[in-house]
């Protein structure tokens, strides 16, 4: 059997399905666009199938033709494009979301993961903020996000469609472009290039979440049997983005890193994950020192097809 990531071509995409490939599973890429090369041992055990998420023939034909059993759900516009399309925000965000949870309905698939995140709760809820904290989005974005939970667990109450649900907190690492959460992967990025950068949020802080542990939660709950909480905020730390900066410069002195206290981030800067410490197995490996290490490190390396 497969597991099929929809919207495997994106940032948090691609890299879980290099991860899956890792591990010897057989991946189906279900996107608009064809993934990002990857390396000649792995490409083999993936298939990229040219798909569009709001349409339900073309999820039936990916999920029956390649022999699907699980399903990732990653598709989403950025926040920004949400708030300027709303009406697309929800048929991209929610529709495809949908779509799937009724084939693995039709179908009796088996786990369906979906990509949440902690733009679901308000931006003046008390930190650290848990589960239990009201939903309660300042944006489209994480209106779309609330409205896809929902889904899933009526999917879940009503039809036995085995939902969990990750609420992301900022998530950084290669490939992270654009967004107003974009800041630090585009600082170290660039810096590990050579390049200079430089922004306005130098005392803008929030919970930051390497990529390859977010890949690794995803890889948990997906593995979960019968969780009880269903939905689980997932983090890494909170930090500055300043703070972050210092620990570039501590391994790149050179970093041309210019940043200015203009702006603040409009949400909480912190989270709990205990949760999913508890019912996943999930502990952030990477603190922001080994994030950035690693990034530094992954951002130097010669990529596939250079």
């Known amino acids: 059997m497969a597991v099929l990531v929809a919207g495997g071509s994106g940032f948090i ?6 991860r899956l490939a890792e591990t010897g599973e057989r991946v189906v890429v279900f996107d608009s666009q064809p993934p990002p090369p990857l390396p000649e041992n792995l490409s083999a055990g993936v298939t990229w199938v040219k798909g569009d998420a709001t349409q339900m023939v073309d999820i039936l034909h990916a999920l029956r033709d390649h ?9 989403a516009l950025l926040a920004n494009v949400c708030q300027e399309k709303p009406h697309l925000a929800l048929k991209i965000n929610v529709e495809s979301l949908v779509n799937f949870l009724e084939a693995s309905r039709l179908l009796k698939l088996g786990k369906v993961v979906f990509a949440s995140s902690v733009a679901v709760y308000g931006p003046s809820e008390p930190a650290p903020v848990g589960e239990e904290a009201p939903t ?7 209106a779309t996000k609330v409205l896809g939970e929902f889904y899933g667990l009526h999917y879940f109450r009503s039809f ?3 939902f969990r649900a990750l609420r992301f907190t900022t998530i950084y690492g290669l490939g992270k472009s654009g967004g107003s959460t974009g800041i630090c992967s585009l600082m170290i990025e660039k810096a590990a290039r050579g390049e200079d950068v430089s922004g306005d949020v130098r005392d803008a802080a929030t919970d930051w979440l390497y990529i390859k542990d977010a890949v690794q939660s995803l890889l948990l709950a997906r593995q979960a049997e019968n969780p ?23 391994y ?32 952030p490996v990477f603190d922001i020192e080994k994030g950035v290490r690693d990034f530094i490190e992954e951002a130097r390396k010669p990529r596939p097809g250079d």
């Open 67 to 75: 022999g699907v059993r699980d399903v990732y759900h990653l598709v």
């Open 228 to 250: 009880k909480g269903r939905i689980y905020n997932i983090g890494g730390g909170s930090y500055s983005v300043g703070q972050v900066a210092d620990i570039v410069k501590k």
């Open 136 to 142: 309660n989005p300042a944006s489209v974005y994480g």
């Open 13 to 18: 995409g691609f890299h879980l399905v290099k």
């Open 252 to 283: 790149l002195p050179t970093a041309g890193i210019h940043l200015e206290a203009k702006r603040i981030f409009p949400w909480p800067p912190s989270y709990r994950w205990d949760r999913g410490e508890e019912e996943l197995g999930y502990t």
């Open 160 to 162: 036995g469609v085995d």
